[in-house]
């Protein structure tokens, strides 16, 4: 299965906006409400969880079915992963220069571009 970088993303900032502690439903209910399947979401949900940029991660029986959907919240690392990505512009910045060279790169790669346009924005 392909890793989808703008359901990561979008994954990321609905657990951030959410005011509960496990926004378990709501990122689901969100996500699905955006176009997003089922099995891309919860694929997304473990491979953030893999990256540590998740608490949890969703409960998968022997024979591939999700048992229940969770995500817990972002991680510190998460939190400092999304802080590059959360501008719209930013992310279009970034996506954009590594298109131009690459055909696909990681989520940190993407948000260490980002890191890198803002610092230039800052003259830092």
């Given at each position: 299965?392909?890793?989808?970088?703008?359901l990561?993303?979008?994954?990321?900032?609905a657990i951030?906006?959410?005011?509960?502690y496990n926004?378990?439903?709501?990122?689901?209910k969100?996500?699905?409400?955006?176009?997003?399947?089922?099995?891309?979401?919860v694929?997304t949900?473990?491979k953030?969880h893999e990256?540590?940029?998740i608490?949890?991660a969703?409960?998968?029986?022997?024979?591939?079915y999700v048992?229940?959907?969770?995500t817990?919240?972002?991680?510190y690392?998460?939190?400092?992963v999304?802080?590059?990505?959360?501008?719209?512009?930013v992310?279009?910045?970034?996506?954009?220069?590594?298109?131009?060279?690459?055909?696909?790169?990681?989520?940190?790669v993407i948000?260490?571009v980002?890191?890198?346009?803002i610092?230039?924005k800052l003259?830092?």
């Amino acid at each position: 299965m392909k890793l989808n970088h703008e359901l990561e993303r979008k994954m990321m900032l609905a657990i951030e906006e959410s005011e509960h502690y496990n926004p378990n439903s709501e990122v689901l209910k969100k996500l699905r409400a955006e176009g997003f399947q089922d099995n891309d979401i919860v694929y997304t949900a473990l491979k953030l969880h893999e990256g540590g940029l998740i608490e949890l991660a969703p409960s998968i029986d022997p024979q591939g079915y999700v048992n229940s959907f969770a995500t817990g919240n972002l991680t510190y690392k998460g939190h400092a992963v999304l802080d590059n990505i959360r501008n719209d512009s930013v992310w279009a910045k970034a996506k954009e220069k590594i298109g131009t060279t690459f055909s696909s790169v990681s989520l940190n790669v993407i948000a260490g571009v980002a890191e890198s346009y803002i610092k230039g924005k800052l003259g830092i």
